[in-house]
């Protein structure tokens, strides 16, 4: 599984995405422009499931990987 497709990855994704949706949330809030601080909340979410995403991922994996050992053993 390359990087990109990692759980690792998709953790990173969705702190970056979290960190930038704040940024545009609070840019919008200090302009008036109401349509980029719904955007910025959006995009915070969007980063929240990524970060999930990449959560189950790495438990996916790692119960994978348990499995792979009991059968060995």
């Known amino acids: 599984m390359s990087d990109t497709d990692s759980g690792m990855g ?5 702190a970056m995405n979290q960190a930038a ?6 840019a919008g809030a200090a302009t008036g422009n109401e349509q980029m601080e719904a ?7 969007k980063g929240k499931v990524q970060a999930r995403v990449g959560e189950a991922k790495e438990q996916l994996e790692d119960a994978r990987e348990e499995l ?3 059968m060995r053993d």
């Not at 949706?21 to 609070?26: I, Q």
């Not at 955007?39 to 979410?45: F, I, P, S």
């Open 10 to 14: 998709d953790k990173a994704k969705g």
């Open 21 to 26: 949706g704040k940024v545009r949330e609070a």
């Open 39 to 45: 955007e910025g909340r959006a995009q915070q979410l």
């Open 68 to 70: 792979k050992k009991r």
